[in-house]
């Protein structure tokens, strides 16, 4: 879920603040966490599990006795 500012969390402490220039503020807070989460999101690791590597399958065995094997553990 990405992080969303509302005008309601903001607190103006000094001047006088217009109402477009707080939504202004507003898009620009949002605009930076998104990009800070999407950032985040690609830094983040894929689990082992999860990998493509994984989901193929281990390559045939050849030779002698080889359909027997293919049944055993790898």
Do not use: T
Request: net charge positive; charged share 25%; hydrophobic share 45%.
């Amino acid at each position: 879920m990405i992080p969303h500012v509302d005008a309601e969390q903001l607190r103006i402490v000094k001047g006088d603040v217009s109402a477009e220039e707080l939504a202004a503020l507003v898009v620009v807070f949002n605009a930076a966490l998104k990009h800070a989460s999407e950032v985040e999101r690609e830094r983040s690791v894929r689990p082992e599990w999860n990998a493509p590597h994984r989901a193929m399958r281990p390559a045939l065995n050849h030779g002698p006795n080889a359909w027997r094997r293919s049944a055993l553990p790898h």
